[in-house]
């Protein structure tokens, strides 16, 4: 009878980087899970916790014995084994004897393919305490990171040094030596507050320990824990938290039992923008920003501490003088930007390279407002939102050459920097704004330029950016996307679809890609035909997200997406039409229709036109006649975009269309015949065809 008990495993570090604990954590799980399957170990569950100076892995309900393993080796058929009196043959001995068994142990199968001989082989199961020093040295060894260290005389690689190894199946260590680290029973608390050692009896006895030791081991406590005590002492000097889900989520694991330290720094600060204080205190001390009940910011912050809270003045005190000195560096570069006009600083520029083949960013601005001209006119904007454009993209870039943004810890601030300095300029309020949406959508999910100045020059950013990769053999491959071409990709087609532009596609890329004639390293057409079947894909991907099935974004990108718009409006009348009962069997036609087409060849030619006069039966007639009738107005329906009505009118022809193939027979020998029949069904299809390509369309009966 099996005995399950809980499995303890510990691997006892150095502080590792906040970053590594959840991917860490993440691979522990997986690798556990299969190696515990390769070793066929039934387990009840997996738990893994962690902090930055433990990994926990504890495998509950863990089985006491390997499961047995019986295979089944299938030789020669019967007949080849066996001679005609039932004697083994040499064929049946050789198999016996390459499995370690006699001639006694065969037996016979039947299969499908008829009847063979084979052999069962069982091996039983070891008892659990044997595997797991074995398995459990596997698993540390599995564990990988982005940087890994050697450390004193020992030859493993891990994220940090390994202090202690902690092994329990039930209250019995599991004993094993990694590079003379040996496994034990023996832990330790948090490194100030309760450091240890201490002896674990079994896995219960190990979670009781650290909590009295000082240790929250479990992450979203952690987490919550954090954030509270944050919140908390922001109450209790009546201010309120500036709150941020990443810096909380580093913090978290920065921390083993996370304690609230509130900090001040000088007034005289306050006179620098928000984000530049809010950055100095989150980038350089993971500290966070506090706000007076009126909104503005407050000259403290607050710090959280790994920290015995006896030592809450030192913790203070320190981040008081690190956060005051950037508040200062901060403050000069400020000021000395101040002295100078950002149009002064674009000229700056030209000693800037972009990219080596594509020239300096300057270059990159001049081909921005070129852009930007074209989308203003494409999209008839008024002679102000056009100048404010031109001067946004004039300026764009120009805060990448201040003081500021050349410091590494205040880059992030790029666009933001230079929205505050146009300001101060004088500039028109849409252009400074501009200035900071252009780098809009920075992320999945971020918001999208407010101002149509914004998306514009957003736009044009992008549209050169990805023009010029794609135009000197710069494009994302698998993990491999420097110049984050998708993410700009998909922000050109969420600004268009969320602002409704009327734009051409090829329109503007065959635009940016003459303002980069001599850069090119294929033809503009080839370059062209890539980027369209890259923004494609992105097309088709934010149609789906917004809810659209795959086949109908499929049948309305497969006859065209030059206009975003267009498209979806297409693919939305489809998604409604749909519901529709003729909805399928207009699409099984259309799939009849495209295959006839293929098989003569005729899809690809121009067609003669439909003669009545030729049509012999009446279900043709009928058919010419149903069409005919609602061509003009479908016709029109589509040229105002109205799909749904025009959809509303096809789908009114199923009836004759399916009375047309149930008693027409289009392949006639009488090649006139034959070929007006074929110009009928291909006038009719090149209507649909001008909503989408409802052959691509799943039926329900597919």
Same mark, same amino acid.
């Given at each position: 009878?099996?005995?399950?008990?809980?499995?303890?495993? *510990?691997?006892?570090?150095?502080?590792?980087?906040?970053?590594?604990?959840?991917? /860490?954590?993440?691979?522990?799980?997986?690798?556990?899970?299969?190696?515990?399957?390769?070793?066929?170990?039934?387990?009840?569950?997996?738990?893994?916790?962690?902090?930055?100076?433990?990994? #926990?892995?504890?495998?509950?309900?863990?089985?006491?014995?390997?499961?047995?393993?019986?295979?089944? !080796?299938?030789?020669?058929?019967?007949?080849? /084994?066996?001679?005609?009196?039932?004697?083994?043959?040499?064929?049946?001995?050789?198999?016996?004897?390459?499995?370690?068994?006699?001639?006694?142990?065969?037996?016979? =199968?039947?299969?499908?393919?008829?009847?063979?001989?084979?052999?069962?082989?069982?091996?039983?199961?070891?008892?659990? +305490?044997?595997?797991?020093?074995?398995?459990?040295?596997?698993?540390?060894?599995?564990?990988?990171?982005?940087? $890994?260290?050697?450390?004193?005389?020992?030859?493993?690689?891990?994220?940090?040094?390994?202090?202690?190894?902690?092994?329990?199946?039930?209250?019995?260590?599991?004993?094993?030596?990694?590079?003379?680290?040996?496994?034990?029973?023996?832990?330790?608390?948090?490194?100030?507050?309760?450091?240890?050692?201490?002896?674990?009896?079994?896995?219960?006895?190990?979670?009781?320990?650290?909590?009295?030791?000082?240790?929250?081991?479990?992450?979203?406590?952690?987490?919550?824990?954090?954030?509270?005590?944050?919140?908390?002492?922001?109450?209790?000097?009546?201010?309120?938290?500036?709150?941020?889900?990443?810096?909380?989520?580093?913090?978290?694991?920065?921390?083993?039992?996370?304690?609230?330290?509130?900090?001040? &720094?000088?007034?005289?600060?306050? *006179?620098?923008?928000?984000?530049?204080?809010? $950055?100095?205190?989150?980038?350089?001390?993971?500290?966070?920003?506090? @706000?007076?009940?009126?909104?503005?910011?407050?000259?403290?912050?607050?710090?959280?501490?790994?920290?015995?809270?006896?030592?809450?003045?030192?913790?203070?005190?320190?981040?008081?003088?690190?956060?005051?000195?950037?508040?200062?560096?901060?403050?000069?570069?400020?000021?000395?930007?101040?002295?100078?006009?950002?149009?002064?600083?674009?000229?700056?520029?030209?000693?800037?390279?972009?990219?080596?083949?594509?020239?300096?960013?300057?270059?990159?601005?001049?081909?921005?407002?070129?852009?930007?001209?074209?989308?203003?006119?494409?999209?008839?904007?008024?002679?102000?939102?056009?100048?404010?454009?031109? @001067?946004?993209?004039?300026?764009? =870039?120009?805060?990448?050459?201040?003081?500021?943004?050349?410091?590494? *810890?205040?880059?992030?601030?790029?666009?933001?920097?230079?929205?505050?300095?146009?300001?101060?300029?004088?500039? !028109?309020?849409?252009?400074?704004? /501009?200035?900071?949406?252009?780098?809009?959508?920075?992320?999945?999910?971020?918001?999208?330029?407010?101002?149509? +100045?914004? /998306?514009?020059?957003?736009?044009?950013?992008?549209?050169?950016?990805?023009?010029?990769?794609?135009?000197?053999?710069?494009?994302? $491959?698998?993990?491999?996307?420097?110049?984050?071409?998708?993410?700009?990709?998909?922000?050109?087609?969420?600004?268009?679809?969320?602002?409704? &532009?009327?734009?051409?596609?090829?329109?503007?890329?065959?635009?940016?890609?003459?303002?980069?004639?001599?850069?090119?390293?294929?033809?503009?057409?080839?370059?062209?035909?890539?980027?369209?079947?890259?923004?494609?894909?992105?097309?088709?991907? #934010?149609?789906?997200?917004?809810?659209?099935?795959?086949?109908?974004?499929?049948?309305?990108?497969?006859?065209?997406?030059?206009?975003?718009?267009? $498209?979806?409006?297409?693919?939305?009348?489809?998604?409604?039409?749909?519901?529709?009962?003729?909805?399928?069997?207009?699409?099984?036609?259309?799939?009849?229709?495209?295959?006839?087409? =293929?098989?003569?060849?005729?899809?690809?030619?121009?067609?003669?036109?439909?003669?009545?006069?030729?049509?012999?039966?009446? +279900?043709?007639?009928?058919?010419?006649?149903?069409?005919?009738?609602?061509?003009?107005?479908?016709?029109? !329906?589509?040229? *105002?975009?109205?799909?749904?009505?025009?959809?509303?009118?096809?789908?009114?022809?199923?009836?004759?269309?399916?009375?047309?193939?149930?008693?027409?027979?289009?392949?006639?020998?009488?090649?006139?015949?034959?070929?007006?029949?074929?110009?009928?069904?291909?006038?009719?299809?090149?209507?649909?065809?001008?909503?989408?390509?409802?052959?691509? #369309?799943?039926?329900?009966?597919?």
């Amino acid at each position: 009878m099996f005995v399950y008990q809980n499995l303890l495993f *510990e691997i006892g570090v150095e502080e590792l980087p906040p970053g590594f604990i959840n991917p /860490a954590l993440k691979q522990l799980r997986e690798k556990a899970e299969r190696l515990f399957g390769k070793y066929r170990l039934y387990v009840g569950s997996y738990r893994v916790e962690g902090t930055p100076r433990r990994l #926990i892995l504890c495998v509950q309900n863990l089985v006491s014995r390997q499961a047995d393993l019986v295979r089944e !080796h299938r030789g020669p058929a019967k007949r080849i /084994a066996f001679d005609k009196n039932g004697n083994p043959t040499k064929a049946a001995i050789g198999f016996a004897r390459g499995k370690g068994k006699t001639v006694h142990d065969l037996i016979v =199968k039947q299969t499908p393919k008829g009847k063979y001989i084979a052999v069962v082989q069982k091996e039983s199961g070891k008892p659990t +305490e044997e595997l797991l020093p074995e398995l459990l040295k596997k698993l540390l060894q599995s564990l990988t990171f982005p940087k $890994t260290m050697r450390w004193g005389r020992h030859e493993i690689r891990f994220a940090r040094p390994i202090s202690w190894l902690l092994a329990l199946f039930g209250e019995e260590p599991v004993t094993f030596q990694i590079d003379r680290i040996e496994s034990g029973r023996v832990t330790y608390g948090h490194r100030w507050i309760s450091p240890g050692p201490f002896a674990v009896k079994n896995a219960d006895h190990y979670f009781e320990i650290m909590e009295q030791a000082g240790v929250c081991y479990d992450m979203a406590q952690r987490k919550q824990r954090t954030l509270s005590e944050m919140r908390d002492a922001a109450q209790k000097h009546d201010m309120e938290l500036v709150e941020n889900p990443a810096l909380l989520d580093t913090v978290s694991n920065i921390v083993e039992i996370p304690h609230a330290v509130v900090g001040c &720094f000088h007034t005289d600060f306050l *006179e620098l923008p928000d984000e530049m204080i809010i $950055t100095a205190i989150e980038r350089h001390q993971k500290c966070f920003a506090l @706000r007076l009940p009126d909104g503005r910011l407050a000259p403290k912050f607050i710090q959280v501490s790994n920290s015995d809270p006896k030592n809450d003045d030192n913790v203070r005190v320190g981040s008081e003088r690190v956060i005051a000195a950037r508040l200062a560096d901060a403050r000069f570069f400020y000021l000395e930007d101040c002295k100078t006009p950002l149009s002064e600083k674009t000229l700056l520029l030209k000693n800037v390279i972009f990219q080596k083949d594509l020239g300096s960013i300057y270059e990159k601005v001049e081909r921005m407002k070129s852009i930007c001209k074209k989308l203003s006119e494409s999209l008839s904007l008024s002679p102000e939102e056009k100048a404010n454009s031109l @001067r946004a993209a004039h300026l764009a =870039k120009a805060d990448l050459v201040s003081n500021m943004i050349g410091e590494k *810890e205040f880059a992030k601030l790029q666009g933001f920097m230079g929205w505050k300095y146009a300001e101060m300029d004088g500039e !028109h309020p849409a252009v400074a704004q /501009a200035i900071f949406e252009h780098y809009m959508p920075r992320y999945a999910n971020d918001q999208l330029p407010e101002t149509i +100045e914004g /998306a514009v020059t957003s736009l044009a950013d992008k549209f050169d950016t990805i023009t010029g990769c794609f135009g000197v053999g710069i494009t994302p $491959t698998g993990s491999q996307d420097p110049y984050a071409l998708r993410r700009a990709a998909l922000g050109i087609v969420r600004i268009i679809l969320d602002r409704e &532009f009327d734009l051409s596609l090829q329109s503007i890329l065959d635009h940016a890609l003459e303002r980069l004639q001599g850069k090119l390293k294929q033809s503009a057409d080839e370059t062209l035909k890539n980027i369209e079947g890259f923004f494609r894909r992105r097309l088709d991907s #934010i149609l789906r997200e917004e809810g659209f099935d795959y086949d109908i974004t499929d049948a309305a990108l497969t006859i065209s997406f030059d206009n975003f718009i267009d $498209t979806r409006k297409r693919a939305k009348a489809i998604q409604n039409m749909r519901r529709h009962p003729d909805f399928d069997s207009i699409a099984t036609a259309n799939k009849r229709v495209t295959n006839i087409l =293929k098989k003569t060849g005729v899809s690809s030619k121009l067609y003669q036109k439909v003669d009545p006069n030729k049509f012999d039966q009446e +279900e043709e007639k009928a058919l010419y006649r149903a069409y005919q009738e609602k061509r003009s107005i479908v016709e029109q !329906h589509i040229d *105002e975009r109205a799909y749904d009505r025009a959809l509303g009118l096809l789908v009114e022809l199923r009836q004759p269309i399916d009375n047309f193939f149930d008693h027409v027979f289009v392949m006639v020998e009488d090649q006139g015949v034959r070929n007006n029949r074929l110009a009928l069904m291909r006038e009719i299809k090149r209507t649909f065809d001008r909503i989408a390509d409802f052959s691509r #369309i799943v039926v329900s009966a597919e």
